[in-house]
């Protein structure tokens, strides 16, 4: 990293990829590396058990911060292997043991191991349905309604957009899917810890939350499973029977301690934080409409995470703005498929065409984000924007 005046570079504005640990939570986890080393689930003798009572901690935390019971809070690995247990754990629980039910319906915007998770139950003989999103990136409830019937076995329908932001209503979802008596997941890997989310109000029985998402440790992650009524699944992994025998193998304690405590900075500080994001997000987004002409929001303006901007600059190609800003640290799409020079199918799902949606990127602010890193950002953009369309017509 370099300074720039009292700016260190690049600026980190891709905190929807991921979030740095946050200090608090380093020093809550390092004890745990090295001299409180006990296996958690070694309660023969005294190193252990202190492990395990501080699992138990970390877990009672995690479950406050999202109204629900410690026991039905699963440590894994991520979210994508919450959202892989989730999706296909309920499917074949449900072909081992009742085999009433063969449908799945999900959202066509839906993060990739969700997409796949539910396309690999395709392969296993359900029947998947994946429902569009309007202009705004916002699920039709209607559809949903017409989809979700009695041989639905499982509802999942993301919180919060990783790409854009966007919030989907979650609380109608999970009223929908009850009633019809379909289980309802959701990835709320984004969603945790940012704004209010809360099981019992939103009538979700499966829930996916990552820890790298959170100013948490990468490598750590939750699936919350209802205990009333009793949300049931196959495991994934054969073992152990570690986690209620759901999730057999070695809790990492220092990682599910930093989860931990994450869950109850989040649970403190996320109000005031979503306020002053807020503010920065649109003082950002206003400069930008300033400063540089033809330039486009997409995903809903208010149903969205106040942290996360997604944004066409109009005849420019996003790879080069993002290359020709080499001090910022922003994306062009999900990180998970930036590899792939392809529009995002996300910006494409809500109807945008391959020019717009590849002069898209996506800037996300966090924690650590200052004023002046906002002020560094737009200069640096209202300048890469307006000599890359120099060139262009130049050219
Ligand atoms: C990051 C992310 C994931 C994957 O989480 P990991 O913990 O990295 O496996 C899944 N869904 C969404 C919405 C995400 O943002």
Redesign the pocket.
């Known amino acids: 990293m370099t300074t720039e005046g009292n700016i260190k570079t690049p600026v980190y504005l891709d905190y ?3 979030t740095p640990v946050d200090p608090r939570v380093l020093d809550a986890m390092l004890p745990w590396f090295t001299e409180k080393f006990g296996n958690p689930h070694s309660t023969s003798h005294a190193l252990g058990r202190e492990s395990a009572e501080a699992v138990e901690e970390a877990r009672g935390k995690i479950a406050d911060l999202v109204n629900a019971d410690p026991r039905e809070i699963i440590f894994t ?5 919450s ?1 892989n247990m989730a999706i296909k754990g309920a499917a074949r629980f449900e072909r081992a043991h009742r085999d009433k039910r063969d449908k799945i319906v999900s959202v066509v915007t839906e ?1 990739k ?2 997409i796949e998770s539910v396309k690999a139950m395709e392969a296993e003989g359900f029947e998947t349905v994946f429902l569009p999103v309007d202009e705004n990136g916002l699920v039709d409830l209607g559809a949903l309604d017409g989809a979700v019937d009695d041989r639905t076995v499982l509802v999942s329908v ?1 919180a ?3 790409e854009i932001g966007v919030l989907q209503p979650v609380a109608e979802i999970g009223a929908l899917a009850r009633e019809r008596g379909a289980l309802f997941h959701t ?1 709320a ?2 969603a945790v810890g940012k704004m209010p989310v809360d099981v019992e109000a939103m009538a979700i029985d499966l829930m ?1 939350i ?4 959170v100013y948490g440790p ?1 490598g750590i ?1 939750v699936l919350y499973m209802r205990r009333r009524p009793r949300a049931r699944l196959e495991p994934l992994f054969s073992g152990g029977g570690q986690e209620r025998t759901i999730r057999s193998g070695t809790v990492p304690t220092p990682l599910a301690i930093g989860l931990g405590e994450a869950a109850a900075i989040a649970q403190r500080e996320m109000g005031e934080e979503a306020v002053r994001l807020g503010a920065l997000r649109d003082h950002l987004w206003q400069g930008v409409q300033e400063r540089i002409p033809d330039v486009a929001f997409n995903g809903d303006a208010d149903a969205r995470l106040p942290a996360n901007l997604n944004i066409a600059f109009d005849g420019v190609k996003a790879l080069d703005l993002v290359e020709a800003m080499p001090d910022l640290a922003v994306s062009t799409g999900s990180a998970c498929t930036s590899a792939v020079v392809e529009p995002s199918y996300v910006l494409r799902a809500l109807g945008l065409d391959d020019d717009r949606a590849g002069s898209s990127i996506r800037i996300g602010l966090g924690r650590f984000t200052t004023e002046a890193e906002v002020e560094f950002a737009l200069d640096h953009l209202a300048e890469a924007v307006s000599r890359l369309r120099q060139h262009s017509t130049a050219a």
């Open positions: 929807q990829s991921t690995s991520g979210a994508t292997e959202n993060h191991c969700v993301m919060a957009n990783n990835d890997a984004q996916s990552s820890g790298h998402k990468k992650g």
